[in-house]
């Protein structure tokens, strides 16, 4: 809870002196998608494991502070839906499902054609994760149990993930 509340600051810290740099044209939205998350694995780590990309979603509050006439920061906090499957040996199946809350900060590209607004953005992120299921099947019976988040011995996975998102689409005329 520590963290979750560290990261929502951080967010809150940051959308606000983003909102310094243009008053005028800043504003909030609202922006959804599908995720399509995959697991890998280094050489040394799991080598018989083979990975299968999952479909999950996102949504994310967000702030457009423009940079000038093409670009702007996006600050946000986001419902990130995340997880992978892994396959060992052919014989155990693990499909994981993850929720993280994340913060991402994206430099945002917008190109308009004919009257439509395309963009391209990338930009770090911080997430803390929430919640998670585990799905193991062994020779047709199954298991489910909750993803432990944490440093300790026995746990998942890391309760804290930082990295690099990539993201494009449309904007629509409503914003």
């Keep these: 809870m520590k963290k979750l509340l560290i990261v929502a600051v951080a967010s809150l810290m940051g959308s606000a002196a983003f909102a310094q740099t243009s008053a005028s044209a800043t504003h909030f939205g609202l922006k959804a998608g599908i995720n399509l998350p995959k697991y890998s694995f280094g050489q040394n780590d799991a080598a018989n494991n083979e990975t299968n990309t999952t479909v ?16 702007s920061i996006q600050p946000g906090i986001s419902l990130q839906g995340k997880g992978g499957e892994f396959f060992d040996n052919g014989t155990t199946q693990v499909k994981q499902n993850t929720l993280w809350i994340e913060v991402p900060v994206n430099f945002v590209a917008k190109f308009p054609v004919s009257g439509t607004n395309f963009f391209l953005g990338a930009g770090p992120y911080a997430a803390a994760g929430i919640a998670g299921q585990n799905k193991l099947t ?6 489910e149990s909750d993803v432990k988040f944490g440093d300790q011995s026995g746990d998942d996975l890391k309760g804290m993930d930082f990295g690099l998102n990539f ?4 904007q629509l005329n409503s914003g």
């Design 138 to 143: 062994t020779s047709g019976s199954s298991t």
């Design 167 to 170: 993201l494009g689409g449309v």
């Design 56 to 71: 999950n979603f996102h949504v994310t509050g967000y702030l457009d502070a423009p940079l000038g006439s093409m670009f």
